[in-house]
């Protein structure tokens, strides 16, 4: 039953991380110049790649209660950085599609591919081995699925 919750938590969670970073290709570059709000869409879209790389990392470092039980304080300390950086981008103004398109032509498509896939895969491998039947991961990464979940469908940020 864990693991079933747990990969429902991953599916329900999959475009709403990606909905930061997911970019369009344009076909041709604006020719305004980066807004200073801009600036920082894009260098929080940065931070939760860098943010989902160490949740990632940490996950994959798991292989069996004792490591569980270990990483699951750090994937908890994780979450509440999430819940910042989710508050943060809450806060942020929205972008003119210039903008937004100037944002979108900074950030490198196929890592956030990557970092998403990678970051799924972890998760899924985290509930195939039930966690390791450690508890504590177990809430840890319902706090973190909890946090992605929650977040408004309609941000753009």
Do not use: W
């Amino acid at each position: 039953m864990k693991t079933t919750a747990v990969l429902t938590a991953v599916l329900l969670s999959t475009p709403l991380i990606a909905q930061d970073a997911a970019v369009t290709p344009t076909t041709s570059a604006p020719a305004e110049e980066m807004s200073e709000q801009a600036k920082n869409h894009l260098q929080l879209s940065r931070n939760i790649l860098l943010v989902l790389r160490e949740l990632t990392g940490t996950l994959e470092s798991v292989n069996d209660q004792t490591t569980a039980d270990a990483a699951a304080v750090k994937v908890q300390e994780i979450a509440v950085r999430m819940q910042q950086l989710q508050q943060q981008a809450d806060s942020f103004p929205s972008l003119s599609k210039d903008q937004e398109a100037l944002v979108k032509a900074n950030i490198n498509e196929q890592e956030v591919q990557n970092t998403v896939h990678n970051f799924l895969v972890s998760v899924v491998q985290m509930a195939q081995m039930n966690c390791y039947d450690s508890e504590s991961m177990s809430r840890a990464l319902s706090m973190v699925l909890r946090k992605a979940t929650s977040a408004p469908s309609g941000a753009t940020n």
